[in-house]
């Protein structure tokens, strides 16, 4: 982002504490103008599933994280619209949502997230693309462009290595400079090079010890000097440590702000604590930024409900489609009719379609319709679908259903609403039983509720509640008695879960969360209109024990170690001979793709060159459709360059590009993709830099990261030198046997120069949870009055006891500081922590003086 000519003008006039005005934000949602200039404040909003403009005046609500917004699209989730893996489609959709953005005065929204899927438990993935960075760095880029292209800032976040929910504030992530510069930087790389964002969203944890904000690594020598990045960056709400010191090291605007900070900000500048440059260069950025929502491109209209439900029909992915009959197999679906089928499952009725926390979008209910509702549209009520609910989903759906209070059906559970939950009820399944018996196809929908899945907090496992799997088993032994019977199964989750036994099932959709049009998006692919062309943008695995960060995740609360290293999601799956669900990048259609004549310009790869990958594509079945080419690299071992020992241990695969491709039925196309030969290269963490290996490599296009089609070697002469000691191969262990255990001792070994071992601090600070402090006599109080007031609105009926619980997880894992969110005082954080750490002295101070 050039810095504009009257930028310049402007911030040369200020003083210093007019400059430092511009580093801290005007409350919650915008940044502080300068009164007497011609700097007036950048309206910002959340966030990645659509425009989140909190209601004025509002406190969060009870039960929520979030307080109630102003109603606005509902986009699918960027966990669905990954799998569209389409760059052009999510350009559309983020200029839609640039248009609506830009009704409503808001000049940057915060968004996209592209923090890498680390683990299906984090409760925050459904907000986020892929387990790949090249895939979330490419999308991300497509988001951004079409944000800015309709002239709408965007905001990519969060940088960096914020995967998980667990301890968010406090818990370094623990990571190696190689995984953390291929895996979790490389998308943000990507995406900033492909886009140019207007901003950058920092983490809230600390990294290899050192907060995401303060993190010279990350915000100087990675952003800045290597990337070449001069928009703002600015801190996620809370997340920064040490007002002056974070503005040296690299920050520009501190976010949300209730104090006025520029006398401490001025003063530190007087007193060489904070640069003049860092002064200078952070209130250029931040003025820049303003003067940017000035010129804004001609304002292009969009039917933004439209555009969610074609990104939807874009992104939800046929997994199975295949059904035995006696002839061989066929498929199953698309349906000419829902004559003979019935619909059983809750979600089929009370639809998931996004996901909790600063996300969440307040919808127009004649938005929203569900699917039960789209395929009885216009019908007499003899003629709809039957529907049944088969498990109980949330509270007050189940008093509905069974046509009692509240209060009466919790006292069936001895007021345990758990125990509610996990009940099953041989109403629902008898009713379920019977529709299914009495019908030739069964359109089954499971899934994770809200209550499961949230920023906030994580998921504790991958497995379906118990009345689910109770109901697909009763619907699956009639289906074995009756093999003729069809069962479509539709999945809507942010995340994988454990699903190997719905395998029985003939065809089974994975939509996710997808958005306010989602119900008729899954509708117009189960009818066929739209032939299904999404292929998933994570593996799935069988169980969540086979995850490699199974045993490193959320253990504890101070340090998260990252001991899979760069063997995250397929590169694991693939390199170890680890059997998963669903392969990454796999998807079916309708109709059926063949590739041929694979042609590679192999002439002297070097360092430079552009490796330049042609193939054809062509649409052999009965449906017009669109396939996802994918194009990876492998390094082979015995190379003609380099000798022997000079190996340094690769993933098996590793996607390099993609294309998506529509074809009508009968038709070819060539399709031509180039990669950087720069792109093959690791990083070498004793250089501190990437190096590309001399070589042979195999270039392999497939379909899935399983099924490659064709393949070519190409050979590298690279002018790098490389020391495969520097990398420490001999740390990796991948067996497809056992877990990926390796003792902390080895971990830290290998961390090197990146080795903190955080551990938890003395004292407490403000960026301490509340969990943190529960124990002392000022957190017992505040744990007391959150809990207290949370349940006198369950007693009033305003929230079930479910959401009570999330809503205390998600406060009581929230830092000290994180009181200025919702508006108070910077110095009453301060009376907190030192009256935490028995200091009354200084917590009355605090009150007084603000620290
Ligand atoms: C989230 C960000 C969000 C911000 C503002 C934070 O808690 O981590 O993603 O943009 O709040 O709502």
Redesign the pocket.
């Known amino acids: 982002m050039p810095i504009l000519e009257n930028t310049k003008n402007a911030v040369n006039k200020l003083n210093n504490k007019q400059k430092a005005k511009l580093l801290y934000g005007n409350g919650e949602w915008e940044t502080n103008p300068i009164s007497g200039t011609t700097i007036g404040s950048v309206v910002m909003h ?2 990645p599933c659509g425009l989140r403009i909190p209601t004025k005046g509002g406190m969060p609500q009870p039960g929520s994280l979030v307080q109630d917004a102003e109603p606005s699209t509902c986009y699918p989730a960027p966990c669905l619209i990954a799998c569209s893996w389409n760059v052009k489609a999510i350009e559309r959709m983020a200029s839609s949502y640039a248009y609506e953005a830009r009704l409503q005065g808001t000049d940057v929204v ?1 968004c996209p ?1 592209i923090n890498i899927k680390r683990n299906p438990l984090c409760g925050r993935n459904f907000e986020y693309f892929s387990e790949d960075p090249v895939l979330s760095g490419k999308l991300g880029a497509a988001y951004i462009n079409g944000l800015q292209n309709g002239g709408v800032g965007a905001t990519i ?2 940088f960096a290595v914020n995967n998980q929910e667990f301890c968010r504030n406090i818990c370094s992530s623990e990571v190696d400079l190689r995984a953390l510069n291929e895996i979790y930087l490389k998308g943000f790389e990507i995406a900033i090079k492909e886009s140019d964002p207007w901003a950058v969203m920092c983490s809230y944890n600390p990294v290899n010890g050192i907060a995401a904000s303060d993190n010279i690594y990350l915000t100087k020598t990675t952003l800045r000097e290597r990337w070449g990045y001069d928009g703002v960056l600015m801190s ?2 809370g997340a920064t440590y040490n007002v002056v010191s974070s503005h040296e090291n690299g920050l520009d605007l501190q976010m949300p702000c209730s104090d006025n900070h520029s006398r401490r900000i001025s003063r530190a500048v007087k007193k060489n604590r904070l640069s003049q440059q860092a002064l200078d260069d952070s209130s250029l950025r931040v003025a820049n930024m303003y003067f940017k929502t000035l010129s804004k491109p001609e304002l292009l209209q969009f039917d933004c409900h439209e555009e969610a439900r074609l990104m939807a029909e874009e992104s939800i992915v046929l997994v199975k489609n295949d059904k035995l009959t006696k002839t061989g197999y066929k498929c199953a679906l698309p349906l000419s009719s829902y004559k003979d089928a019935c619909v059983i499952g809750a979600l089929a009725k009370y639809p998931r379609y996004q996901g909790d926390g ?1 996300s969440k979008v307040t919808v127009s209910p004649e938005n929203l319709r569900s699917f039960v509702d789209v395929i009885n549209e216009g019908k007499d009520s003899d003629q709809t679908v039957p529907y049944c609910q088969g498990y109980s989903y949330s509270f007050e759906n189940d008093c509905e259903y069974f046509g009692i209070s509240k209060k009466a059906l919790l006292k069936h559970f001895n007021d345990d609403e758990k125990k509610a939950h996990e009940y099953v009820d041989q109403k629902f399944l008898n009713e379920a039983v019977n529709l299914a018996s009495t019908h030739e196809t069964i359109v089954v929908f499971l899934g994770i509720p809200p209550r499961e899945e949230s920023e906030g907090f994580d998921r504790s496992h991958m497995i379906l509640s118990k009345q689910q799997l109770e109901l697909f088993k009763s619907i699956a032994s009639i289906k074995k008695s009756n093999p003729k019977k069809k069962i479509v199964t539709v999945i809507s989750s942010g995340s994988p879960i454990e699903l190997e036994f719905a395998l029985i099932s003939d065809a089974i959709l994975r939509q996710y969360l997808p958005g306010e049009s989602g119900a008729e998006a899954l509708n117009n692919i189960i009818l066929g209109n739209v032939n299904p062309s999404g292929k998933l943008a994570e593996s799935w695995p069988l169980r969540g024990m086979d995850v490699p960060s199974y045993d490193s995740f959320g253990k504890y609360r101070h340090k998260a170690m990252y001991k899979e290293s760069i063997f995250v999601g397929y590169r694991y799956y693939l390199s170890s001979g680890r059997d998963v669900l669903f392969p990454f990048g796999y998807g079916l259609s309708y109709t059926n793709f063949d590739y041929s004549d694979l042609q590679i310009l192999t002439n002297e790869i070097s360092n430079e060159s552009e490796i330049i990958v042609s193939l054809c594509v062509k649409n052999t079945g009965k449906f017009d459709g669109s396939e996802i080419v994918q194009i990876y690299s492998s390094y082979i071992e015995d190379n003609k360059f380099a000798s022997p020992e000079n190996t340094v241990i690769r993933p098996l695969r590793e996607l390099k590009a993609f294309h998506k491709v529509a074809l009508k039925k009968g038709q070819k196309k060539r399709i031509t993709l180039s990669i950087p030969a720069s792109s093959l290269s690791f990083f070498d963490p004793v250089e501190d830099k990437y190096l590309l290996q001399s070589g042979k490599y195999s270039i392999q296009v497939a379909s899935s990261c399983e099924n490659v089609k064709l393949s070519q070697n190409i050979y590298v002469q690279s002018k790098d030198v490389v020391k495969p000691e520097n990398v420490d191969s001999g740390y990796f262990t991948l067996s497809k046997s056992g877990l990926y255990i390796v003792p902390n001792k080895n971990f830290y070994d290998h961390l090197g120069d990146a080795k903190t071992d955080q551990q938890e601090p003395k004292k407490f600070t403000i960026h301490s949870t509340y969990n943190d402090i529960s124990k002392t006599w000022i957190g017992s109080i505040i744990k007391g009055s959150i809990t207290n007031s949370t349940f006198k609105n369950v007693k009033k009926g305003l929230l079930t006891e479910s959401e009570a619980e999330n809503y205390l997880k998600m406060v009581m894992n929230s830092p000290i500081i994180m009181v200025t969110a919702g508006g108070l005082k910077e110095r009453l954080a301060y009376f907190i922590v030192h009256a935490a750490n028995y200091r009354f002295f200084r917590g009355v101070l605090a009150l007084i003086i603000g620290r």
């Open positions: 959340d966030g915060l997230g976040k969060h996620d709400w600063s």
